[in-house]
Structure formats: C-alpha cells, structure tokens
C-alpha cells in the first residue's frame, strides 16, 4: 500500500469509529516529536476529506504539536473502507475472525 501525505485538517472521524474517547494524547505527542510519524494513518478518500479509519490517536497528537500533513495509506471506495476498517480492527486487537 503506497503512503501519501494528506493535511490534517482534512480529516473527519470516520462512521465506523467505535472508539468514546481519544484519552489523553500527551506522551504520544511527545513520542510523535521525538521519533516522527512511524505508522502512517489509514483513511478512505471522501471527496474533500479522508475518512479516518486508524489513527485517530496519532492524528490527535499531531494536531496538538501543530503539525499540518500526515503520512496516510488513502484508499479510494467504501469496500476499501470496510476492508481497512477490518484490517486495522485485527492490528490493535478488537476484532478477531473465526
């Protein structure tokens, strides 16, 4: 999957966001200035926005330390959008199959 930077003000939370709170990002903002963006964000392409589907943390704390742009894997229809939501759901560990 190719990575591309998108600004960050062009991200929406997206529909299949289940997560109540984003916590406090504080150290992760520290972490993000101290070593970069590591893990790009996954987001679906909406017209004029991109549909966050991982990396609501992440985009927090870049937002919180002023950053303008990301590096995001941005995929273009909502199949892509379901099948980055499961993708990222089995990562972090709240969907399993089978």
């Known amino acids: 999957m190719e990575t591309t930077k998108i600004p960050l003000t062009q991200c929406v939370e997206s529909k299949l966001q289940n997560r109540a709170s984003l916590g406090d ?3 992760l903002a520290r972490s993000i200035e101290v070593n970069g963006q590591i ?3 996954i987001v679906v392409a909406d017209g004029e926005t991109y549909q966050l589907v991982a ?3 992440r985009t927090a704390a870049m937002k919180k330390l ?3 742009e990301a590096d995001a894997h941005a995929l273009r229809s909502a199949v892509a959008s379901l099948g980055a939501y499961m993708v990222a759901a089995i990562w972090v560990g709240t969907l399993t199959l089978g």
């Open 25 to 27: 990002v504080s150290g």
């Open 39 to 41: 893990t790009p964000l």
């Open 55 to 57: 990396g609501h943390r």
């Open 66 to 68: 002023g950053w303008e």
